[in-house]
């Protein structure tokens, strides 16, 4: 059975950090794109960053990059975001999603497989 995992989310403040994981049981992400989504209360949900786990390119969105990356762990069974320096307005909801075909298009494609999301609440 393939399963995403999420998780890490919790409380930080503005211009703290914060790790969320994506963990994959049932198989391996190796031929995959892994995406990261977030969604913010009244808003719609939007692709952050991504990564091709077979080769370790990696798109981000303007509004994250220089902050956040995305990374996958030898084993190519998890895939990290890293979040830096992070502002009220990075406040949501984040996902995590695979498909093999997704990349390079990776922040907009469809994605077969998704975790769960993990809450990410910055304080100011």
């Known amino acids: 059975d393939v399963q995403l995992q999420a998780s890490g989310g919790g409380l930080v403040e503005a211009g703290g950090s914060r790790r969320l994981s994506c963990a994959a049981s049932?198989?391996?992400?190796?031929?995959?794109?892994v995406g990261w989504f977030r969604q913010a209360p009244g808003k719609e949900r939007e692709g952050v960053a991504c990564?091709?786990?077979?080769?370790?390119?990696?798109y981000y969105r303007d509004s994250v990059k220089g902050r956040f990356t995305v990374s996958s762990d030898n084993a190519k069974t998890t895939v990290y975001l890293q979040m830096n320096s992070l502002k009220p307005e990075d406040m949501a909801v984040y996902y995590c999603a695979a498909d093999p075909y997704a990349f390079p298009r990776c922040l907009t494609s469809p994605y077969d497989y998704w975790g769960q999301g993990t809450l990410v609440t910055v304080s100011s």
């Open positions: 049932g198989f391996s992400l190796d031929a995959y794109a």
């Open positions: 990564i091709s786990v077979s080769d370790g390119s990696t």
